[in-house]
């Protein structure tokens, strides 16, 4: 009875020192934002590749906050950018876009490309395979 109750305190001593040190302890920000995909997570790659599989027209967008088509392959917000929204960040530019330069490549790039796989054959109608 009596190792019952001492085993019950030290539980209660080290959750409530874990409770008070993880309050203490200072978290750093994430540096970057970097997002691998296809075209799930695309954030407008595509638009600067000389390819088929492309969304830069009507009706991709229709629901994005400018109600443009911006390469992404949904109608809206796609998960790196709803995940952005949560931690407050922007939402990371396509790393072929002339804009990320500078400070913007310190939020972070999005290399998610339509047709993307880890076959040789993966996207092949879409585009010439691009060695790595």
């Known amino acids: 009875m009596a190792s019952n109750s ?9 959750s409530g020192l874990a409770l008070v ?22 954030s407008g790659n595509n638009n600067y590749l000389a390819t088929t599989a492309r969304a830069d027209s009507y009706p991709y967008g229709i629901d994005y906050p400018t109600h443009q088509a911006t390469g992404r392959f949904s109608n809206g917000l796609n998960i ?23 400070q913007k ?5 999005n290399f998610a490309s339509a047709g993307i ?3 040789n054959d993966t996207g092949i109608q ?7």
């Open 6 to 14: 001492s085993a019950c305190s030290s539980y209660w001593v080290i």
């Open 80 to 102: 790196p950018d709803l995940i952005s929204e949560q931690i407050g960040s922007e939402p990371p530019l396509p790393y072929l876009s002339p804009e990320l330069r500078g």
């Open 117 to 119: 796989g880890i076959l």
């Open 21 to 42: 040190l993880g309050a203490i302890v200072h978290q750093a920000d994430a540096r970057a934002f970097l997002v691998f995909g296809d075209s799930l997570v695309d």
């Open 105 to 109: 490549l310190l939020v972070g790039a």
């Open 126 to 132: 879409f585009v010439s395979n691009l060695p790595v």
